[in-house]
Antibody, heavy 124, light 107 residues
């Protein structure tokens, strides 16, 4: 059974870098599929941040691409998210998830396995 | 980016009701549409993909239809476990976008 667990600081100061890790169990990232990050501000809807393949191939939300880096560590079976220059608008629950298939320039399959999410608050 | 618009934003219904949620895309997305269910404090759960394909383990009272720019999610007979927020999501492009959500609440 595929399980994902997000971890990282729950509080980040404005202008600093938000860093989160997603540990995957029950499936080897190296075996395939794309893995993504999604966020949800309190009381609001879902926003896809970006996704990565074990090879390092990435796709980012165009509205966040200048501030986001997603990386993969196959030896630890985990993916990571870095979002720099954060503001209060980046306060959200951050989820990692696995796609049901591949991503390409024309499509990116739905998200079938999700972590429980972790709340990150941006505040001084 | 492809914009996704859901209606209504909130829906009040009773157990046993037939419920329909609509999702419209700002441009044609063929059948590349998914529906998710989210309960408070929980991660979203994939219900339907490719507009009408039921994800494994999802009850058959859920169904999806549509193509192009207009899509619907139907719950044929609303059950107590179905009170939640529902999101559509397009995957016609690599840049995934979600609808604003429809909260299904108890009437």
């Amino acid at each position: 059974q595929v399980q994902l667990q997000e971890s990282g600081p729950g509080l980040v100061k404005p202008s600093e870098t938000l860093s989160l890790t997603c540990a995957v169990s029950g499936y080897s990232i190296s075996s395939g599929y794309y893995w993504g990050w999604i966020r949800q501000p309190p009381g609001k809807g879902l926003e896809w941040i970006g996704s990565i393949y074990h090879s390092g191939s990435t796709y980012y939300n165009p509205s966040l691409t200048s501030r986001v880096t997603i990386s993969v560590d196959t030896s630890k079976n985990q993916i990571s998210l870095k979002l720099n220059s954060v503001t209060a608008a980046d306060t959200a629950v951050y989820y990692c998830a696995r796609h049901s298939g591949y991503c390409s320039t024309t499509s990116c399959h739905p998200l079938v396995y999700w972590g429980q999410g972790t709340l990150v608050t941006v505040s001084s | 980016d492809i914009q996704m618009t859901q209606s209504p934003s909130t829906l009040s219904a009773s157990v046993g009701d037939r419920v329909t949620i609509t999702c419209r895309a700002s441009q044609s997305i063929s059948s590349w549409l998914a529906w998710y269910q989210q309960k408070p404090g929980k991660a979203p759960k994939l219900l339907i993909y490719k507009a009408s394909s039921l994800e494994s383990g999802v009850p058959s009272r859920f169904s999806g239809s549509g193509s192009g720019t207009e899509f619907t999610l139907t719950i044929s007979s609303l059950q107590p476990d179905d009170f939640a927020t529902y999101y559509c999501q397009q995957y016609n492009s690599y840049s995934l976008t979600f609808g604003g959500g429809t909260k299904v609440e108890i009437k």
